[in-house]
């Protein structure tokens, strides 16, 4: 397979973020066949110090042409194939900020570097055969993780877990097509196949695929997490809610209707799931030019939520324009109905049927079996017992094999010559193949790694 970038040459990034006046260390990376010459022309160690390769040297990055010392740095040298991309890799660590880092990469370009296009670092490292395709997106979704749980799914797939679960079921189908394409061609010489048993080990592969897909959904509410919106009626306590689920004082209460005018974000991680809470203005029916302003966002808001907390008054009980507002989410969305101020209902008195959980957002009851049912309303109530999860691009091809593999169980139902068996066979295999990057075209990984970082 052709790399999509060229080899021979040299690229260079910054790979650490950088900002005025924040990090007190940033990273000029190199690697390619210049790396290290490039390092020797700009890099001066001073005394009797040892360049060799992982051990790191104490010194100044300088301009060559005017010998003016640019930063005080150290210097990494990894020579081929001991390296993340198995090319010979220079990291300078300078000092943080914007100016001294930025000089350092100008003069590591200058010196005959090009820039590295973005996930480049890892692109190689993959074509080097340092790393397969899931392990290289496991390393982007630990950069960009937003939450510790996260962070260790993604630490799985760098440890190789879901490379093993993806080949292990290849080498299975690859095996049942080892023995089907050997009948096509040599099955007078061979004792007969049970298509039985054949059917049932694709059968078992297609079980194990879609546990995966369904793992996968859920690991996906890590990585990408979830918009709720808090809806409601003026002064029912959203705002209040917000702010005890959110642990701040990130919106205004009062206790007059009204007071909430914009969404008010807040973010947050819940049980491991990050959560963007909305606190919404109150909908109601108001000649307040601003408020009305206020109110067409939270209906907006409404209809692009991921899932919605619907809030009422559980002493004012329940009324029509609750209903209304109910009626108002859209179909598929997971709605959880929540009666607020459950503190201030009458002793004696059965709060309002349509109350899913009650709460009071004052005192704090309630909150932990309302976290539990959100999550588990959208689905996802367990995602600390995941091992590995598919990301998206991995669970589009496990869906396809898992298609492939039912084509190969009607031709075995429909009792096909084993020749009809294997086109799917060979489909469901490919996509496999396809998520490792055991088979995988240029313009794939053109497309995996475009959507990383620079730098890594």
């Not at 200058?110 to 496991?138: K, V, W």
């Not at 937003?146 to 993604?154: K, V």
């Not at 091809?397 to 429909?414: F, H, T």
């Amino acid at each position: 397979m052709p790399a999509p970038f060229p080899q021979d040459d040299t690229i260079a990034a910054v790979a650490t973020a950088i900002a005025p006046g924040e990090g007190s260390v940033a990273i000029v990376r190199l690697s390619g066949p210049d790396a290290e010459p490039i390092a020797s022309r700009l890099f001066v160690a001073p005394g009797q110090q040892i360049w060799d390769s992982h051990r790191v040297l104490y010194g100044h990055v300088c301009d060559p042409a005017s010998g003016e010392r640019v930063d005080e740095a150290l210097l990494l040298l990894m020579r081929a194939p001991r390296s993340f991309t198995r090319e010979t890799v220079v990291e300078f660590h300078c000092h943080g900020g914007l100016i001294c880092v930025q000089r350092v990469l100008e003069l590591v370009l200058a010196a005959g570097a090009r820039r590295a296009l973005p996930g480049e670092f890892s692109q190689r490292a993959f074509l080097n055969g340092r790393l397969d395709l899931t392990r290289a997106e496991a390393v982007s979704e630990l950069v960009t993780a937003r939450s510790r749980r996260a962070a260790q799914l993604a630490m799985a797939g760098l440890d190789g877990g879901l490379e093993q679960r993806i080949a292990a079921l290849r080498e299975r189908l690859l095996d049942q097509l080892a023995e089907l394409e050997a009948r096509v061609d040599f099955e007078d010489d061979l004792p007969p196949l049970d298509g039985t048993a054949v059917a049932t080990a694709l059968v078992a592969v297609q079980a194990e695929l879609h546990q995966l897909l369904a793992d996968g959904e859920r690991g996906q509410l890590l990585r990408d997490g979830l918009q709720v919106a808090i809806v409601g009626r003026p002064n029912v306590g959203k705002s209040s809610l917000l702010n005890r689920l959110s642990r701040s004082e990130r919106a205004i209460v009062t206790d007059l209707p009204g007071t909430t005018r914009d969404l008010v974000e807040s973010e947050l991680v819940l049980q491991g799931v990050p959560l963007t809470l909305l606190d919404t203005a109150g909908i109601r029916a108001t000649d307040d030019r601003v408020e009305q302003l206020g109110i067409a966002r939270s209906r907006a808001a409404l209809q692009s939520a991921d899932a919605v907390l619907l809030l009422f008054d559980l002493p004012a009980g329940w009324d029509g324009e609750d209903q209304r507002l109910r009626d108002a989410v859209p179909q598929g969305v997971p709605l959880l109905v929540v009666g607020n101020k459950a503190d201030q209902l009458a002793a004696g008195r059965a709060p309002a049927p349509q109350a899913e959980v009650c709460i009071s957002a004052l005192s704090g009851s309630g909150l932990q079996e309302l976290e539990q049912l959100l999550l588990r309303r959208c689905g996802h109530g367990d995602v600390q017992g995941l091992q590995v999860a598919l990301n998206r691009r991995q669970q589009d091809l496990a869906a396809a094999a898992a298609r492939s593999l039912q084509g190969s169980l009607e031709a075995a139902q429909q009792q096909l010559p084993w020749d009809f068996w294997t086109i799917d066979l060979r489909a469901a295999v490919r996509a496999l193949g396809e998520i490792t990057g055991k088979e995988v075209s240029e313009a794939v990984l053109d497309r995996v790694f475009s959507r990383f970082c620079i730098g890594k």
